[in-house]
């Protein structure tokens, strides 16, 4: 069973980068898969910021593009989300997901938790 | 604003049947696969539908999906309490090389 669980700090500075974690259990990430970011303000719906193939091709939201960067580490099967010069409106809970198949970047299936991230000084 | 438009709330009586539309254009609905998600109060979405009508594993067929054109619609029939929840769409768009999504649909089983 393929599980995902995203980590980092719940609390950080305008302007200051987000760095989130989401460590991937019962898959292989070299197996394949694009695997994603996606954030939900509080109230408002969902938003993609990005994804990633095992090899390191990146796509990203068009809008959020200057400021991520999304990565993955096989060694440790994770990947992980950076968002530079944040301002209040960042503030979501994000989530790490996979796709239903390993072509796709969407249909995603599986999801972690989420985690609660706030900009604020 | 959404790439993808879905109405902000609908609402039926249980036991009875709802749709929910979302609409969207040629790079995205037009020419990819519309899936949708259910999203209860403080959890993570649950994948209901993908490439257009196909259900995973474990949901049960009262949820089904189509398409046409630029519209996905989504179904749920024999409403139940249980039900009352945020559904959202999404999909590809091609010309954006994004994953979009609709901005959601609260279903009220009255």
């Known amino acids: 069973q393929v599980q995902l669980q995203e980590s980092g700090p719940g609390l950080v500075k305008p302007s200051e980068t987000l760095s989130l974690t989401c460590d991937v259990a019962?898959?292989?990430?070299?197996?394949?898969?694009?695997w994603g970011w996606i954030r939900q303000p509080p109230g408002k719906g969902l938003e993609w910021i990005g994804s990633?193939?095992?090899?390191?091709?990146?796509y990203y939201n068009p809008s959020l593009k200057s400021r991520v960067t999304i990565s993955v580490d096989t060694s440790k099967n994770q990947f992980s989300l950076k968002l530079s010069s944040v301002t209040a409106a960042d503030t979501a809970v994000y989530y790490c997901?996979?796709?239903?198949?390993?072509?796709?970047?969407?249909?995603?299936?599986?999801w972690g938790q989420g985690t609660m991230v706030t900009v604020s000084s | 604003q959404s790439v993808l438009t879905q109405p902000p709330s609908v609402s039926a009586a249980p036991g009875q049947k709802v749709t929910v539309s979302c609409s969207g254009s040629?790079?995205?609905?037009?020419?990819?696969?519309a899936s949708w998600y259910q999203q209860l109060p403080g959890t993570a979405p649950k994948l209901l539908i993908y490439?257009?009508?196909k259900r995973p594993s474990g949901i049960p067929d009262r949820f089904s999906g189509s398409k046409s054109g630029t519209s996905a619609t989504l179904g749920i029939t024999g409403l139940q309490t249980g039900d009352e929840a945020d559904y959202y769409c999404?999909?590809?768009?091609?010309?954006?090389?994004?994953?979009?999504f609709g901005g959601g649909t609260k279903l009220t089983v009255l």
């Open positions: 019962g898959y292989s990430i070299s197996s394949g898969y694009y």
């Open positions: 490439d257009n009508n």
């Open positions: 990633i193939y095992h090899s390191g091709s990146t």
């Open positions: 999404g999909t590809w768009d091609s010309s954006l090389s994004a994953v979009v």
């Open positions: 997901a996979r796709p239903t198949t390993v072509t796709r970047h969407d249909a995603f299936d599986i």
């Open positions: 040629s790079p995205n609905m037009g020419n990819n696969y």
